[in-house]
Structures are given as C-alpha cells and as structure tokens.
Nanobody, 124 residues
C-alpha cells in the first residue's frame, strides 16, 4: 500500500526549532493536499496544519500559528513543516497524510495515505 515517510524528528530544547519532512513512498503527491497531525502521550491525535496541492492555501491549528510553517516543493515531491519556538507541549509523534481530494482543511477522516510518524521531543 502507498504510504508517506516522515523524517526530521528528534530531541530539541524548549525554544528550539526543527524541520520535518514528508516524502511519498510509491506515489506522486503533487496533486494531494498534505496534512500534518500529531499525537502526544495520553492525548488524541490532533491536526497541526494543512497545505493544498498548489501550496497557495495553508491552514494551521491555533496552537501553532505564528510558530509553525508548512511548505511544499512539488518539484522535489516533498512537504515540510518548519517548527519554531517549540515547547514541551509540542512533544508528540508527528504524522503527515495525503488527501487526494485536495481539501484545504485536511480532516483526518478524509486523508487517504499516512506515514508512520516521527517523534519530536521538546525537553531540557
């Protein structure tokens, strides 16, 4: 089955930055909206950001606005999530997912393909 592969997670201190990457395995994501999601220990999965196939429309959860930036490079078949001013509350497994219908909101129920996640730990 098609899937996405996340990379770039790791351990970072509060206030630090990290850039996550999302790459497809077995398909071209040029025509897909890409959503970023995260799941922290003991919490349910929550949406982080969404970017349409063209990159012209982006949406962010309130808790990351002004800190995170989603972008994509369709020529490289890659999507990125730049995370700045990280706090311990950002600690989670981060997932990217692809929506073939290219909606701007990226509801998790509409996402077609998912990655296995990359762990981001924000701690001193």
């Amino acid at each position: 089955q098609w899937q996405l592969v996340e990379s770039g997670g790791g351990l970072v201190q509060p206030g630090g930055s990290l850039r996550l990457s999302c790459a497809p395995s077995g398909f071209n994501l040029e025509y897909y909206a890409i959503g970023w999601f995260r799941q922290a220990p003991g919490k349910e999965r929550e949406g982080v950001s969404c970017i349409t196939s063209s990159g012209l429309t982006t949406n962010y959860a309130d808790f990351v606005k002004g800190r995170f930036t989603v972008s994509r490079d369709n020529a490289k078949n890659m999507v990125y999530l730049q995370m700045n001013s990280l706090t311990p509350e950002d600690t989670a497994i981060y997932y990217c997912a692809a929506d073939r219908h290219n909606g701007p909101i990226c509801p998790p129920s509409r996402m077609d393909y998912w990655g296995k996640g990359t762990l981001v730990t924000v701690s001193s």
